[in-house]
């Protein structure tokens, strides 16, 4: 299946709407906490968990709790306990209780100090209360519970339904949480709430990952041993830091984890939906071009009290913020959370947008230090696109007149590039060549105004886009547009494959895209359509992720007549001929995919046109072997057959389907893949560069084993027809290709079109190959051609095109 990434995983900024621009000034001066419509808690609650105490990387020694209390008087903690419950627990599973004493003082802190690691090199201050429980740094649940009896709670329902806790926070994974669990921690960061303790029952939105600091309840901690300064409302001298001082030089701010006292900005931009907050800057930038001058304010789910174009000190928390948690190998937004501070005045002027064009960003992308981390690196603008793009993070940028790379997704989201000749598709994509040459000239562009894009690649979206820029997990940087241009027709308009003649076998390869029964109708009709008008009807078509017959439902139902009967019947009904299939059902749950829904590799066949020799003994675990067939040549054991199921190769991952099929006397064999996908690679526009590709290694190990496959077959028979087909989900120049034809036993046939040419997806504007039919020497001067019908536009049926080959 394609990188696609559902919403819930997206990051937390997934929805924006902008405020519009006042008009006039205000006169007088309004203090706000800058937050509304979710309010603090009355007393005590969960304030900041960290579990990576010791962990590899970690500062600090131990793991630890600690409890907040924004009440007016003390809270008192006599027969109260913490407790914690691992990120997945079963039926065995016990919490484990820390008993807590005193009280946590009006306004303060109270810190309960865990279980003391092997690394780390600085304790924590002066625990209030000390336990032993070894938490984990990546997912679990803590819980304030008035009673010290271990709970005996193992679901959120039913920890919900206790009403002896007070509060509860689950983390990472954990199953048990308030509505959805917190994110962002790891050996060093915790997740914390903001200063004013609000408390909204989801931990997503209360919680965010942060870098550790605890504090006690005498007011000890934050790093510093000493009560953080807390400015006061009135007060209307700015601090002695700027923007461009938090941002610094690097990708971390040298502020990180300290609180800062009324920074100056004005309001460029502000989130009203999602996760909230909004974007200031420094209208005196100082002379580095290093140096950011935009901020983003983090309000969690409170809204923002501020409007652009007003003028304010703000004084809070500096974090960094990593989207898809540090682990991901993302980069950081650097933040100011739990903020205060006072509007100025109102109606100003706000900083010049920083036009971005072909000059702009430098063809190199990023620092390559053979797959360390490039935090620590002085960034170098003129020479790095993502250093460029990292020391102008929360500040206004604009592009005018850009050409659309990407089409525009269900998120809103559409991709474009400032450098209108880099490797140009005929399309008007820009097509990805190797690990080094990235296309520095893609930009993401989102929306705060809620305002969409409908654009195809080639599109010319015209007249000026800015915004402040912005990053996320998916995608790297992003304008979050407050004003958005138009969308011109590029006149893109979808492929049709030349028919293959009569002497001609054509074979295709279709990644449907987790297609069941429930799917609605339009989409078998836009699929059949695909099949029967733009590849015009194959002889064969191998099929990816078709779906048991009901599809996510994980009920042990592996079956898939049911989506295939649906599927023949809608080719049929658009005028295309009544296909046969053939297939073999996994075990239930073994192949990947979505949980539940047993995706599978399919053959569709025309038996007007091409016959299947079927031969007994295929399932799920059986090896397919190559076989004597006397004066008949070769044979498959089985067929359909599966190559080397039980391998390690193919855990939690599609098994390849081996078919033989005659075609005007002439026997040809063929083989679908769906290789593992690339979910968990660091990201292209991460800290690593270049990024790890962990997924890799199994891809090459599943090459492995369909070339040893083909290898036996051309063994026994050089001359044999062989076409393997499908999605491979890597590139024509990855070490899994390299690996696939090695021996020179099968030719990639995407390498046979001009480079510009060479795709069959798009993601994250990037035209790029994941799909692949390879031949046999034994296959003369095929015929071949990427059908593009769905990737280059918004208007998607799969996120991938299919192929054809034709073969005399």
Not at 133 to 139: E, F, L, R, V
Not at 305 to 325: A, F, H
Request: net charge negative; hydrophobic share 30%; proline share 7%.
């Amino acid at each position: 299946m394609s990188p696609s990434i559902p919403p819930a995983l997206r990051g937390r900024r997934a929805k924006a709407i902008a405020v519009a621009l006042p008009v006039g000034l205000a006169g007088s001066l309004i203090v706000l906490p800058f937050t509304a419509q979710a309010t603090p808690s009355p007393d005590a609650v969960i304030s900041e968990v960290f579990g990576g105490g010791g962990n590899s990387g970690a500062t600090l020694t131990n793991d630890f709790i600690e409890l907040g209390n924004s009440g007016d008087g003390p809270f008192d903690l006599t027969g109260w306990s913490v407790q914690y419950l691992s990120g997945s627990p079963t039926a065995s599973t016990k919490w484990q209780v820390t008993e807590i004493k005193g009280a946590i003082p009006a306004g303060g802190n109270y810190l309960v100090e865990e279980a003391k690691g092997a690394g780390g090199d600085t304790p924590l201050p002066t625990a209030d209360a000390t336990g032993t429980i070894a938490m984990s740094a990546t997912s679990g649940t803590v819980a304030l519970v008035h009673s010290t009896t271990p709970l005996t709670c193992l679901t959120a329902a039913d920890c919900a339904a206790d009403t002896s806790i007070k509060d509860l926070v689950g983390f990472g994974t954990a199953t048990v949480r308030e509505n959805t669990p917190a994110t962002g921690t790891d050996n060093t960061h915790s997740v914390a709430r903001n200063a004013a303790l609000v408390d909204t029952d989801n931990n997503s939105a209360d919680f965010t990952g942060a870098t550790p600091s605890p504090r006690n309840s005498a007011g000890a901690g934050d790093g510093g041993g000493e009560p953080s300064p807390t400015p006061s409302p009135t007060n209307t001298t700015p601090g002695d830091l700027r923007i461009h001082d938090i941002q610094g030089t690097t990708r971390i701010s040298p502020q990180n984890g300290k609180t800062v006292t009324n920074v100056p900005g004005v309001v460029t931009a502000v989130r009203i939906t999602g996760s909230k907050g909004y974007w200031i800057q420094d209208p005196n930038p100082d002379k580095n071009p290093a140096t950011s001058e935009g901020l983003f304010v983090y309000t969690g789910s409170a809204t923002p009290q501020v409007k652009v174009g007003d003028s304010v000190l703000v004084s809070g928390k500096i974090t960094e913020y990593y989207p898809g948690g540090q682990s991901s190998g993302s980069q950081s937004v650097t933040e100011l959370t739990g903020p205060t501070g006072v509007v100025l005045s109102s109606g100003n002027k706000l900083p010049a947008a920083e036009v971005i064009d072909a000059g702009t960003l430098a063809d190199a992308y990023a620092p390559k230090v053979k797959g360390l981390n490039i935090e620590p690196l002085a960034l170098k603008p003129d020479k790095f696109a993502l250093d460029w793009l990292e020391s102008r993070e929360g500040m206004l940028v604009q592009v005018k007149d850009t050409r659309v790379v990407g089409a525009s997704n269900s998120y809103n989201e559409t991709w474009i590039t400032t450098k209108p000749k880099q490797n140009v598709t005929p399309n008007g994509g820009t097509v990805y060549t190797g690990y080094d040459d990235q296309n520095s000239g893609r930009l993401l562009i989102g929306s705060l105004t809620g305002d969409k894009l409908k654009a195809n690649v080639g599109d010319t979206l015209t007249g000026t886009t800015a915004g402040p820029l912005d990053y996320a997990n998916y995608g790297g940087y992003n304008i979050q547009s407050t004003t958005l241009g138009t969308v011109k027709s590029g006149g893109l308009t979808p492929d049709v494959a030349q028919k293959a003649k009569s002497n001609e076998l054509s074979v295709a390869t279709y990644n449907v895209e987790n297609l069941d029964p429930q799917e609605p109708q339009s989409k078998y009709d836009k699929l059949a359509q695909g099949i029967v008008k733009h590849l015009a009807s194959p002889d064969i078509v191998s099929l990816e992720e078709i779906q048991d017959n009901n599809g996510a439902t994980d009920d042990g139902t592996v079956a898939a007549d049911q989506t295939l009967a649906k599927f023949i019947d809608a080719i049929k009904n658009a005028g295309g001929p009544t296909y046969d299939w053939r297939a073999i059902d996994p075990s239930n749950d073994q192949d990947g995919g979505e949980p539940g829904g047993n995706i599978r590799n399919v053959f569709l066949f025309n038996p007007k046109r091409v016959s299947f020799v079927d031969r007994p003994g295929g399932d799920a675990t059986t090896a397919v072997k190559v076989v004597n067939n006397g004066k008949k040549g070769i044979a498959l054991s089985a067929s359909p057959g599966r190559i080397n199921p039980t391998s390690d190769a193919w855990k939690s991952s599609r098994k390849p389907l081996v078919g033989e099929f005659t075609f005007q006397g002439q026997q040809v064999f063929v083989i679908g893949n769906h290789f593992n996908s690339k979910g968990g690679d660091q990201p292209m526009h991460g800290v690593f560069q270049p990024p790890v590709l962990g997924s890799e290694t199994q891809r090459v190990s599943q090459a492995q084993e369909v070339n040893k496959f083909v290898g036996s077959l051309l063994l026994k028979d050089i001359k044999a027809k062989v076409v393997v087909l499908g999605d491979m989900n890597d590139y024509q120049f990855s070490k899994p290709l390299a690996t696939l034809t090695k021996g020179g036993i099968l030719t990639d046939l995407i390498n046979t079109l001009p480079k510009n040419e060479r795709y069959s997806y798009v993601y994250d504007g990037n035209s790029q190959t994941l799909d692949h039919i390879l031949v046999s020497p034994g296959i003369k001067k095929p015929g071949y051609e990427v059908i593009h019908i769905n990737s280059e536009f918004s208007d998607q049926t799969s996120d991938h095109d299919p192929q054809v080959v034709r073969i005399k």
